[in-house]
């Protein structure tokens, strides 16, 4: 059963339309450099040199000289319908579109893929950049808007600090933000995550949070990136056990229970708050033992009664009154004053 294509015509028949106007050798070389052929693998230049006993320098040339050749025959121009049509597509997509995503949203299978990719590269409309540091493989039809699109992704990520995470739609709103005399047609939700995906530098995790690419918030390494990741989307205080289950579920990663108790211990990001109860340090809880507490909210608020170190310790812990009462009650660190409020010993 075929595949169904968002396009009309056939990209197979006109690309064999098109090759037609070369001689056999040229045919021979883009169709290999291309992966026109029964193979789709595209060929290196070496191996086609090979092949015809030539340098490689040579088979860049035949394969110039063969794009410029079929865009001036009679064939080229008798596919004007094919790529205005091509054309509609990537303009409706956002005007500039990553290479991946754009082959993708043609078809899913290989052979396809290159004999679109052939038409790109061979209509004069279409505007390849190659990736650079900064952004992937991407197409344009548009010189002004990419560079328009290239200057935004630049700013929004000037914007983010390291460790910042961002919800998909906060993000969005925060990217259109820097696209100000862009326009209306293109601002939409599809559109802005579509010139999002450009950047190699913002990415988002596999959560759907967005961030700088290199943030262990986003490209999680290991255990402890994403035991960050499942307590924070969590929102409260989560026993260990449901950390490690979370793990294997949301990343499809084995989280064994005790490794990631152990990695859990071992990182400041958490906070044990109860038994088997972990917090994120930046929801403000103290760290250390339920004395520690105690002491931490005597020395911020000074000298406090009984039932107002207890309401401010079960903020910060979840443990029962009669622990915090027991800890209180030992004289090597906490003393009970005439006016019955506790200080340290």
């Known amino acids: 059963m ?7 015509f056939k990209p197979k028949q006109v690309t064999k339309r098109l090759l037609s106007v070369l001689s056999s050798r040229a ?30 320098e040579r088979v860049r040339q035949i394969e110039n000289y063969s794009i410029a050749n079929v865009r001036k025959s009679k064939e080229y121009a008798k596919e004007k319908a094919v790529f205005d049509e091509l054309h509609a597509i990537v303009t409706s997509l956002g005007s500039i579109v990553s290479e991946e995503e754009l082959l993708n949203f043609f078809a899913k299978d290989r052979a396809t ?13 279409f505007t390849k950049e190659k990736e650079d540091v900064e952004f992937k493989h991407r197409w344009h039809v548009d ?12 700013k929004l990520y000037s914007t983010l600090s390291d460790d910042q995470i961002l919800l998909e739609s906060d993000m969005v709103e925060k990217f259109l933000e820097h696209l100000k005399d862009v326009s209306d047609k293109y601002k939409n939700e599809e559109i802005a995550k579509r010139w999002l995906a450009l950047s190699k530098l913002i990415d988002k995790n596999p959560l759907g949070e967005w961030g700088k690419a290199d943030s262990p918030n986003i490209n999680a390494k290991g255990m402890r990136d994403y035991a960050f990741l499942v307590i924070r989307r969590h ?15 949301l990343f499809k990663k084995k989280a064994h229970v005790a490794t990631t108790h152990n990695e859990l211990i071992k990182d400041p990001r958490f906070v044990l708050v109860g038994r088997g109860l972990y917090a994120l340090a930046e929801w403000g809880y103290m760290s250390g033992v339920v004395k520690d507490v105690i002491r931490g909210i005597i020395e911020k608020n000074g000298p406090l009664t009984k039932e107002d170190i207890v309401k401010k310790v079960l903020k910060e812990r979840y443990v029962k ?3 915090i009462m027991v800890n209180l009650q030992n004289p090597k660190f906490f003393k009970k004053q005439k006016d019955g409020k506790y200080a340290i010993a």
Do not use: C, M, W
């Open 2 to 8: 075929s595949e169904k294509t968002p396009i009309t």
């Open 143 to 154: 010189k002004e808007l990419s560079k328009k699109i290239h200057e935004s992704l630049r």
């Open 321 to 323: 009154e009669n622990t």
């Open 235 to 249: 929102g409260s205080p989560i026993h260990f056990r449901e950390v490690a289950k979370s793990i294997t579920e």
């Open 27 to 56: 045919q021979d070389v883009v169709t290999g450099r291309y992966g026109l052929g029964s193979d789709p693998k595209r060929q290196t230049l070496e191996a086609i040199g090979k092949k015809y006993k030539i340098t490689r």
């Open 113 to 125: 893929q290159n004999h679109i990719h052939f038409l790109l590269v061979v209509g004069e409309a």
